[in-house]
């Protein structure tokens, strides 16, 4: 007998740029605070590594005990997930006695949006 049991995951909806490119207009107040706070905890090279971590993982998702070695102790990695998902970076879902991590729906978009060359009129 298995103790598996199959959890339907949320459908993702499309990716959608939180902003328009720094280079086409100014960003609103509201913008910058909402785009500062993701490069904010992307600054940090741990939280920068377990991001891509579960970015990169195969399916879109990462179990914590896929991720948890990165040359910091478990607490301090739960921390940085934590810092992650305050920023909007992750989501989270708890599976009998593992979390799962997946990107958030639009972060990378939104990211790269904000970076990316606009075309000037």
Same mark, same amino acid.
């Given at each position: 007998?298995?103790?598996?049991?199959?959890?339907?995951?949320?459908?993702?909806?499309?990716?959608?740029?939180?902003?328009?490119?720094?280079?086409?207009?100014?960003?609103?107040?509201?913008?910058?605070?909402?785009?500062?706070?993701?490069?904010?905890?992307?600054?940090?090279?741990?939280? *920068? =590594?377990?991001?891509? /971590?579960?970015? %990169?993982?195969?399916? !879109?998702?990462?179990?914590?005990?896929?991720?948890?070695?990165?040359?910091?102790?478990?607490?301090?990695?739960?921390?940085?997930?934590?810092? *992650? =998902?305050?920023?909007? /970076?992750?989501? %989270?879902?708890?599976? !009998?006695?593992?979390?799962?991590?997946?990107?958030?729906?639009?972060?990378?978009?939104?990211?790269?949006?904000?970076?990316?060359?606009?075309?000037?009129?």
């Amino acid at each position: 007998m298995s103790n598996l049991e199959m959890v339907e995951l949320p459908v993702l909806q499309p990716a959608v740029p939180c902003c328009p490119p720094l280079t086409q207009q100014a960003l609103t107040a509201e913008e910058a605070v909402r785009t500062a706070a993701m490069f904010k905890a992307l600054g940090d090279p741990v939280r *920068l =590594r377990l991001f891509s /971590l579960i970015a %990169s993982h195969e399916g !879109g998702e990462a179990c914590v005990c896929d991720i948890s070695d990165v040359g910091v102790s478990q607490p301090t990695v739960s921390h940085h997930l934590k810092k *992650l =998902r305050e920023a909007g /970076l992750l989501t %989270s879902e708890r599976r !009998g006695t593992w979390v799962y991590y997946r990107v958030a729906p639009s972060v990378l978009a939104a990211l790269s949006g904000a970076l990316a060359p606009g075309v000037r009129g």
